[in-house]
């Protein structure tokens, strides 16, 4: 019995000298830097690539830094009175991501509290399943929804809506974005001790005492690291945006106006047949570099926070 | 940050209401809560009692089974089907290995010394940072490095680098049959029909063409085999390009290939960072135990670490595989939004994806396109689901204490 358990052992642990294992550990070692190289040259090929093209945008005659920075209008297609100030995209990009945030942060937040908090595991049966389908839904259903669903009802309880406009869509991404907030927040507030909540309980505090007075206040930093990453997300949305809230470049904070938001802008430019060497070709690289600033920045704000601003309990 | 002291209480308002008062907030607060968390049940359920209400109507056997149109009466799902099946193979194939390993890397393979346990922090910093770039920035820098490849293989009409292709001149006989003359580019001028010349029938024999007249016929007694190449003075030679089903050229072009590439470089940090977590929730002491009876780092992760995480690693593949399946962006960029109504033939092909498909429906901006985008979501849902559903079965299955 005892030589059949050694055999089956003896089996399954090939025999290898140790030089042979080393040798192993040699190669798989530098496969797997080559692996992780992968992803470190996936990073610094975005970086080159989208400095590159920016660069090249800029060589451009009827471009120049100041106007793409603080010009006010942005028509690429108007023949010769082309103009490229970034600022009606960033602007539509502003108002969708407000909407949205307007709906995620305290709808998410409040969500979480009740999860973490309150939630007897029954309702979090239900609860977080529902979340998390609502968080695995293609982006492009939330375009449908906003524009046959979301614009028809905003569209009949107040006229001055567009068939498609920038409140829609930031209602559609503020959905899209509540899983995200809650989730985030939900892990945030439960890495809080749980002697932090013995003791105010045990001072007589009730449950909302507890919750909002000593919990919330402890998991601070990972709930606005949580925000700024659900607005990481709402600033690169593209299906929504593309789908609901219109194409023309307009200065706006009226969300019942239509506009592009960059995204949109460069879903519109790849979608048509723009030449692959013109000026609104290398125009959508330029604003997706600015994109990508913009999403870095509020990860990487949120990473930062997360790691220096946490309280440690231990 | 290190914890403040615990203050002692200050005296505002808040420490002035009676125990009545608060547990009056609390309940209030409760049934607000109640409220707001129900909200997200209540949005999810109008969401796809919406969609549904909408999709039925064009959902039949025939929308599954046919390619898209122009036509609303005509349009079905199931070429985008298929494309999203070969893409996320695809990308599948390339992802999880590279995806897999760096997990391994950065939670294995920690390094001793100090300057290289800073690099080993930026990678996971890099990472994360990776999950957060928009997906459609993906698109664009697909679209530079997969689609023109920096414009070093020449252009996109005319690639430098073919495998798996024939060029050849079609010319019909009399009695419509083609016979192919090979050549290894197409010229400015195609030749003209030359007796003598040695050219090939559609099975690959063979022959030399006999021409005859304009007006001249062949006589009735003509054996079949002279009849096989007889073509006709003004018959004319028309390129046609013959491509296997394993074609590739470089640059991809708008390809299936292109599209999966820049698909895995957006679902690449979803991979590794789910890889990572369940490599972690893999208990220490297994790794120690093995550590301590000598074997390498390989050894250990071979033997210990990976068998223990495979299940994690594999919930969180599928789940990964399905958000590439939903990801509609950065495709669209890279393969621009040419209306595809036929199936891919091969890797290098034009094709559709459900998502995109649905978008293009939807952007139509009319009402029987926006049920057709409707009827399209509800089966790339059922799509969805499935995954899920075998993400779900293989974690419930899997689920054994290693503590």
Known sequence: MSDQVGASILQTVRRKSTAAAFRAEIFVRTMLVGSVSFSVFVTLAIVILLVRETVAFFQFEEVSLGDFLFGLKWSPMMGSQKHFGIWPLVSGTFVVSVVAMVIAIPLGLVTAIYLSEYASPKVRAILKPALEILAGIPTVVYGLFALTFITPILRSMHEGFNPQNLMAAGIAVGILCLPTVSSLCEDALRAVPRSLREAAYGLGGTKFDVSVRVVLPAALSGIISAFLLAIARAVGETMIVALAAGNVARLTVDPRNSAYTMTGYITQMAKGDVSNFGIEYSSMFAVGAALFAITLLLTFIGQLIRKYFRESYE | MKPEPLQPPKFSSFQHRTLAERNRINNWFRYFCVFVASMSVVVLVVLLGSILFRGTSALSWRFLTSN??????????????????????????????????????????????????????????????????????????????????????????????????????????????????????????????????????????????????????????????????????????????????????????????????????????????????????VPKSLREGAYGLGCTTWQVVRNVTLPAAIPGIMTGAILSMSRAMGEAAPILVVSGAAYVTMLPQNLMDDYTIMPLQIFQWADHHQPGFYDLAASGIIVLLVVLLVFNGVAVYIRQRSQKSLG
């Open chain 2, 68 to 281: 898209a149109s122009q036509d609303v009466a005509q349009a079905g799902i199931f070429n985008a089907m298929v494309g999203s099946m070969l893409l996320c193979l695809a990308c599948g194939a390339i992802a999880l290995p590279v995806g897999v390993a760096s997990a391994v890397f950065i939670e294995e393979y920690k390094p001793k010394n100090r300057t290289l346990r800073v690099f080993h922090g930026w990678f996971q910093l890099l990472i994360a940072n990776l999950a957060g770039v928009p997906s459609v920035v993906y698109g664009l820098l697909g679209l530079i490095v997969f689609v023109k490849m920096f414009g070093l293989f020449g252009s996109l009409q005319d690639p430098n680098f073919e495998f798996g292709v024939s060029y050849s001149y079609q010319i019909l006989t009399p009695e419509k049959r083609a016979l192919f003359l090979p050549v290894k580019e197409f010229a400015e001028k195609a030749p003209k029909p030359e007796e003598g010349m040695k050219v090939r029938t559609a099975s690959g024999e063979e022959v030399v063409l006999h021409v005859i007249g304009r007006s001249e016929k062949l006589p009735a007694d003509a054996p079949n085999e002279l009849r096989q190449r007889t073509v006709k003075a003004n018959a004319k030679f028309g390129p046609y390009t013959a491509k296997s089903w394993y074609y590739i050229s470089l640059p991809l072009g708008k390809s299936v290939l292109s599209g999966a590439f820049t698909l895995m470089l957006v679902i690449l940090p979803v991979i590794i960072i789910s890889s990572q977590e369940s490599i972690r929730a």
